[in-house]
């Protein structure tokens, strides 16, 4: 193993684990305050980590993920179109199965419990999910847990495995919010969500195009949760 595996593995160590710790303690140890604390610390530590390791340890400079000029283009289109498809997706699964799956009342009483039972608040949250939180998402599972991954695996194992990663913290969350059948439907669509944006960056090397397709998955969802609710 050489020593930038070694560095690989301790940053995965250090990242992976961090979002279902905060889940955990959040919603089953530790309810309350005192898990809300460690909740708000592993969100904060996911996002401090990766800039503090590629400045710090592996000693580069930051950037803003750029796309070479000859090929943004038709990145950003890849990006675009399969945000279309896989968007189309999900409100196609919903309206199969999801709304049977759903109960509205568990869903209201999550949504409560959030804060987020008004329509006011639901489009505040839902512009901060799709527009920021998913390029939050892209910065730590792809740019910084897709390269970690591809130096231990190579690019083409890196791009499942940097999915499965993504999905396990959400495993846990819809199965505590919303049973055990969402929970199994929404994490195979955030594991394929993730193969398609591991995939989308291994390709292009930038967030941008993964980050427009997950724009409009994310808004897809969110328009499911606003249609029920409102």
């Not at 530790?30 to 898990?35: L, M, S, V, W, Y």
């Not at 708000?40 to 070479?68: D, Y």
């Not at 608040?121 to 910084?144: H, K, M, P, Q, T």
């Not at 929404?186 to 394929?192: I, L, P, R």
């Amino acid at each position: 193993m050489t020593a930038e595996q070694r560095r690989a593995w301790i940053a995965l160590v250090l990242l992976v684990p961090a979002p279902t710790i905060g889940a955990l303690c959040a919603f089953i140890v530790a309810p309350g305050p005192i898990g809300q604390a460690i909740y708000t610390f592993c969100k904060l530590w996911i996002l401090a980590l990766p800039l503090i390791w590629h400045l710090g340890v592996e000693r580069k400079r930051a950037t803003f993920s750029p796309l070479a000029p000859e090929t943004r283009a038709r990145a950003l289109t890849e990006g675009l179109l399969l945000g279309l498809l896989f968007g189309a997706v999900v409100l196609a699964a919903n309206a199969l199965v999801g709304e049977r799956w759903l109960d509205l009342q568990v869903l209201g009483a999550v949504l409560e419990r959030a804060g987020l039972d008004t329509p006011a608040r639901y489009l505040g949250v839902a512009l901060y999910i799709a527009l920021f939180n998913s390029l939050l998402e892209e910065y730590v599972w792809r740019w910084f847990a897709f390269r970690q991954l591809e130096r231990v695996a190579g690019a083409r194992l890196a791009v499942p495995l940097a999915a499965l990663c993504f999905t396990l913290h959400h495993v846990l969350v819809f199965a505590i919010q919303l049973g055990p059948q969402i929970a199994v439907l929404g994490s195979a669509a955030v594991f394929v969500a993730g193969c398609l944006w591991s995939g989308l960056y291994a390709r292009w090397r930038s967030v941008w195009p993964a980050w427009i397709s997950h724009v409009l998955v994310d808004v897809a969802g969110l328009w499911i949760g606003w249609r029920l609710l409102f």
